[in-house]
Nanobody, 122 residues
Framework: QVQLVESGGGLVQAGGSLRLSCTAS????????MGWFRQAPGKEREFVGA????????YYADSVRGRFTISRDNAKNTVYLQMNSLNPEDTAVYYC???????????????WGQGTQVTVSS
């Protein structure tokens, strides 16, 4: 069982930046591919980005490519989501997810965090 805890959410003005973190409770973090998803009020959860076990491969949704960057530090059991040039449409609860498979944008990740709220004001 892997527990994921997100942090770093908050309120930011349009054009600003935030960095989300997700820390995993496992000794084998490097064996998990990680994903970030988000869910805005009244909308379905959507894929944001993903990263492979060894950082060699990353995936991004078209809506965030060029503005968001995923990275990971396997020594710290943590994956990050750097979000720049935020706009109100980025307002959502952001979730990280983990799976031993490289799932990319599939929602079939085995483990999910509780989410962290990101609110972008105009």
């Amino acid at each position: 069982q892997v527990q994921l805890v997100e942090s770093g959410g908050g309120l930011v003005q349009a054009g600003g930046s935030l960095r989300l973190s997700c820390t995993a409770s496992t000794r084998t973090f490097s064996k998990y591919a990680m994903g970030w998803f988000r869910q805005a009020p009244g909308k379905e959860r959507e894929f944001v980005g993903a990263i492979s076990w060894s950082v060699t491969t990353t995936y991004y949704a078209d809506s965030v490519r060029g503005r968001f960057t995923i990275s990971r530090d396997n020594a710290k059991n943590t994956v990050y989501l750097q979000m720049n040039s935020l706009n109100p449409e980025d307002t959502a609860v952001y979730y990280c997810a983990a799976d031993t498979r490289l799932l990319g944008n599939s929602p079939r990740y085995a483990y999910w965090g509780q989410g962290t709220q990101v609110t972008v004001s105009s």
